[in-house]
T-cell receptor, first 115, second 112 residues
């Protein structure tokens, strides 16, 4: 059973370009979470999605950032018109249909560098 | 203890020693706590969890202690090995929420 997969692992963009980050959850998992991590900091929650639904996007910047989790295919985190401050590691996690605990399984992350 | 500035708190130990990593949480409504290990260049990896109705939980070489009175969580690693070198994060889930709040992390360095 493959773990959470993210691609690309490294992404370099120039200011003003678009970044698309992909996340394939573990098999059987229907919940996806995106986090951002700056160097030497903890993970900051961005958005929580189920298939075709955004459940909680309270951590997502209001502009330039969007996320989706379509019925088929991976979850996508999209950053439009990137700026240097968007440089960070972006992690995706997935979990099965919710139980009393909420153990999340993390992918290896995408490291975004904005030049 | 805490370090100055933006650097992560760091704990250096010798191989074979026991390690204790501490975490203070802020939300008295949190009822589920998790410790994650993050190696360089990788995503966080689940180590052990504990619910608020427990004070202690043991795994393989790891023990988590929860003190709700002072809102403190600790991770104890027995017979620390070089492979334990990583950044360790605690995370808390407020009751009714499935979104964990992560602490800042502690860097554990194990010297052979």
């Amino acid at each position: 059973n493959a773990g959470v997969m993210q691609n690309p692992r490294h992404l370099v963009r120039r200011r003003g370009q678009e970044a698309r980050l992909r996340c394939s959850p573990m098999k059987g998992h229907s919940h996806v979470y995106w986090y951002r991590q700056l160097p030497e900091e903890g993970l900051k929650f961005m958005v929580y999605l189920q298939k075709e639904n955004i459940i909680d996007e309270s951590g997502m910047p209001k502009e330039r950032f969007s996320a989706e989790f379509p019925k088929e295919g991976p979850s996508i985190l999209r950053i439009q018109q990137v700026v240097r401050g968007d440089s960070a590691a972006y992690f995706c996690a997935s979990s099965p249909p919710l139980t009393s605990n909420n153990e999340q399984f993390f992918g290896p992350g995408t490291r975004l560098t904005v030049l | 203890g805490e370090s100055v500035g933006l650097h992560l708190p760091t704990l250096s130990v010798q191989e074979g020693d026991n390690s204790i990593i501490n975490c203070a949480y802020s939300n008295s409504a949190s009822d589920y706590f998790i410790w994650y290990k993050q190696e360089s260049g990788k995503g966080p990896q689940f180590i052990i969890d504990i619910r608020s109705n427990m004070d202690k939980r043991q795994g393989q070489r790891v023990t988590v202690l929860l003190n709700k009175t002072v809102k403190h969580l600790s991770l104890q690693i027995a017979a620390t090995q070089p492979g334990d070198s990583a950044v360790y994060f605690c995370a808390e889930n407020p009751r009714g929420s499935y979104i964990p709040t992560f602490g800042r992390g502690t860097s554990l360095i194990v010297h052979p």
